[in-house]
């Protein structure tokens, strides 16, 4: 009974065979995907967030506009990189995007991850005091951020203007928003904190340590711990657990013009360097549709987690993508929740 979605980088480039070769095609295009999704049933669109790059960016206007077009898909992040934000103001931002979406906001945080540029989030005028690192400053200012959309007072009122000194909250709020912000976890220790601040757990196609078991094995013992942790921690309901996965059903000769040769070629997991530690990469699943739910039913985070995040080749347009989820919906979900659980997805 998982949650479905799409994740889309937003990648844009003038190079031959791509749909999105500008800024203005990558964001028109995902809000049109946005649309499509949700006539195809697919429960969520994310948006990856990057700075200094040829991909998304600040990501609350084109939220607020797929909010606009569309009136049941979950719209999120995977992820916001905290180090560059200030988390006042984007908790106004938030609030507003989650009151025009009906309270449909799904926002994956993060301490971030290797960029393009080389602390660039200090060319935003964000520097780490001394004894300080930028995963420091990111964590503090994720607290700043959810205490704000919480509604918990921010600023001293001018008593000439309001007639009292108390706090004064962020407005507009946005009830319920707090309660559904998530934080982008590479690592066991990561998902244990994460599981303590009482946050849902994002956990993607890579992550920042190995043990030499399989990658889903070893997500599945992060996404263990992160439960543990939320438990005792003494939280409050249930939980949400997303996890990313690269899937290329091959239906077609389209698909077998794109994907074939890596159908054929196979995949497995990756271990290599990154960030000055060992890292671990997840396999794609690209072949038949009954194949890959064949390899689906080995995937041990895949039936840990409530929602999967498909990543999409947004350069291919959004036809193509709405092609991709379509079948993904139609031939891979259905047959996965049979083989795992009985009935079909929800």
Known sequence: MKRIGFLSFGHYQPVPGSAARTA????????????????????????????????????????????????????????????????????????????ISNGRLQLGL??????????????????PAVGRTDADDARDRTAVFRAAIGGSGMA???????????????EPQSPGLSGRIWWGAGTRKTAKWVGEQGMNLMS???????????????????????RQAWTDAGHAGTPRVSVSRSIMPIVNDL?????????????????????????????????????IVTQLETDAAVHAADTVLVTIPNQLGVD????????????????????SSGPGRR
């Open 110 to 127: 993060s301490r971030g991850s290797p960029e393009t540029a080389l602390r660039g989030y200090e060319a935003f005028g964000y520097v």
């Open 24 to 99: 203005s095609d990558a964001l028109l295009q995902a809000i049109e995907l946005a649309v499509a999704a949700e006539e195809l049933g697919i429960d969520g669109a994310y948006l990856r967030v990057h700075h200094f790059a040829r991909q998304f960016a600040s990501p609350f206007p084109l939220l607020a506009a797929m909010a606009a077009r569309t009136s049941r898909i979950e719209l999120g992040t995977g992820v916001i990189d905290m180090r560059y934000e200030n988390p006042l103001y984007m908790a106004e931002e938030a609030a507003i995007t989650d009151l």
């Open 204 to 226: 993607s196609t890579l992550l920042t340590e190995d043990t030499g078991v399989a990658f889903g094995d070893l997500q599945a013992e992060q996404i263990s711990i992160y």
């Open 320 to 339: 193509y993508n709405a092609h991709l989820l379509g079948t993904i919906v139609q031939q891979v979900a259905p047959a996965s929740a049979g083989a």
């Open 156 to 170: 001293a009122a001018n008593p000439q203007m309001t007639g009292h000194s108390r706090l004064l909250a962020i």
């Open 255 to 291: 698909d077998r013009a794109y994907f074939g040769r890596a159908a054929e070629a196979g995949s497995e997991d990756q271990v290599g360097h990154l960030d000055g530690g060992l890292a671990r990469f997840g396999k794609s699943y690209v072949g038949e549709p009954a194949a």
